[in-house]
């Protein structure tokens, strides 16, 4: 089920919403938990239902180990075997993973080395299986570091399946969300977060439908049509990509913290304006944060961190970029993506010094560069078609006239474009590229001038003016609807 669907907006939510205020306002608290944990997993069972066992035997054997290893808490003489069941637990959580999402990708590559058959399963991708495996390693690793407190199975499937983070994030921790389900104080319906949890919600759900969305079809157009696109349309849709894959996951979370603030749970924070950033450090700082803190906690500190020496800090910095390339999918392109941000991320830090003193705008520009390219190797079906995107953004043509009629007619939307008629502005020989350099230039504002959408609901306070943007926005969102597509960060 889609955030941006009509059967959430006016059925599910609502449904969720009054069936869990219901049971609180009884003092039933664990019939209100319970309510939400069956409609999170009818939620994701929306998608697909045979997504739901996967889930379902995913959370009761995590849980069972769970509570094995609370049981012997304390106990030294224990303490190894407790070790060794959570390597145990943690393999087999990371099992299922490499399974559903690596298994063909593996064959294909043994049958590619040595000249073999094996058949491929053709494995059907669960969604949300690495953000809901990664929450649930990170929970059996706390429980064996002593961190976590004596939960109970509803509290740990609601922290597991809450469905606003549950298919493409945040990756939240046990200590941040299963404490808030059980605060009595949060258990009934407040005006102020609700309203605040609205705005957040219909601003993510504008960044989806009418920015992201948009964007996104001149960039599937333009890929299932490269032999036709020129130097300057290349370098163009993938400019397109960059700004799509930002309002598009940016987008879900914002919706996510909506919804979380209507049930009075905080999730966490995922972006805080990347593309302000002026080197990758920043970036990274900014960017997927619930993602790279779980690689420090769990990767990189283990590693040694920073205690190790220089030369082993970068190895390990380079090692988490290179896991989190393999963690975003299955191909030989997210490796490189992954081997190009760890390489230039250790070299940023090496030099930070150095590149402190270039001036801001510059360094600006080559982050954002930098990061640019490496999405070439991101959005690439494979390695021969992301060389042929770098060959003709160097080689090829840049001439405005040569950019095909198509790919400029992906962002004519019918309320511009009926504007644009209004005001006589159609009639004109370049009348056709105002629209799309016109989507670009408000999404590149909006990413480089304006707060993000953290920034304005932390300090949200109703207005009539922000009544009327919200009720628009919304309108305009569930009108465009009929053209519903999926978020990007479900393939991952």
């Not at 929306?46 to 996967?54: E, G, Q, R």
């Not at 989806?208 to 960039?219: E, H, M, R, S, T």
């Not at 009720?471 to 990007?488: D, R």
Request: charged share 15%.
């Amino acid at each position: 089920m889609l955030f941006n669907s009509y059967i959430f907006i006016f059925l599910f939510l609502p449904l969720s919403l009054a069936g869990y205020f219901f049971w609180n306002k009884s003092g039933k608290y664990e019939w209100g938990k319970l309510w939400l944990t069956a409609m999170s997993l009818w939620f994701y069972a929306w998608f697909n239902v045979s997504y739901l066992p996967i889930i379902v035997v995913s959370v009761l054997g995590n849980y069972g180990l769970y509570r094995i290893l609370l049981g012997s808490r304390g106990r030294d003489e224990v303490r190894k075997r407790n070790l060794y069941l959570t390597v145990a637990g943690v393999a087999a959580n990371l099992g299922i993973l490499f399974y559903y999402k690596y298994f063909d990708f593996f064959l294909e590559n043994i049958n590619a080395m040595f000249h073999m058959d094996l058949t491929l399963q053709h494995v059907l991708l669960p969604l949300g299986i690495s953000f809901f495996t990664f929450q649930q390693v990170g929970f059996l690793v706390d429980t064996y570091r002593e961190e976590t407190k004596n939960y109970s199975f509803i509290d740990y499937a609601l922290f597991v399946t809450f469905f606003p983070q549950l298919v493409a994030g945040p990756i939240v921790t046990h200590d941040e969300i299963i404490c808030q389900f059980q605060d009595s104080s949060k258990k009934r319906w407040n005006t102020e977060n609700a309203s605040r949890g609205m705005y957040a919600f219909v601003c993510g759900l504008g960044k989806k439908v009418l920015l992201a969305d948009i964007f996104g079809k001149a960039v599937s157009w333009g890929f299932a049509n490269l032999d036709s696109m020129n130097g300057l349309a290349t370098l163009w849709m993938m400019v397109c990509y960059m700004v799509q894959l930002y309002f598009d996951f940016s987008g879900y979370c914002d919706m996510a913290r909506g919804i979380g603030y209507l049930f009075n749970i905080h999730i966490p924070v995922n972006f805080f304006s990347p593309y302000k950033s002026v080197n990758l450090v920043d970036f990274w700082k900014r960017w997927h944060i619930t993602l790279n803190r779980f690689f420090t906690k769990y990767v990189y500190i283990p590693l040694g961190g920073n205690r190790k020496g220089k030369v082993r800090t970068w190895i390990h910095i380079f090692m988490i970029y290179l896991v989190s390339g393999i963690w975003h999918g299955a191909g030989w392109t997210y490796l490189c993506w992954g081997v190009l941000h760890g390489i230039v991320y250790v070299l940023t830090r090496q030099m930070f010094s150095a590149v402190e003193r270039i001036p801001k705008v510059l360094a600006w520009f080559f982050n954002m560069a930098f990061f640019l390219l490496s999405l070439v190797f991101f959005r690439a079906e494979n390695l021969g078609q992301a060389v042929l995107l770098l060959q003709k953004m160097v080689t090829d043509s840049y001439g405005l006239s040569e950019i095909p009629e198509a790919f400029i007619q992906q962002f004519q939307t019918p309320e511009f474009f009926y504007c644009m008629k209004v005001l006589r502005l159609d009639g004109f020989s370049c009348s056709k590229y105002i629209l799309m350099f016109g989507y670009m230039a408000i999404a590149w504002f909006m990413l480089l001038c304006c707060k993000n959408v953290t920034e304005k609901t932390e300090d949200f306070r109703p207005t009539y003016g922000k009544t009327v943007f919200v009720t628009i926005l919304f309108l305009w969102s569930v009108v465009s609807f009929s053209e519903v597509s999926a978020f990007l960060y479900f393939n991952f």
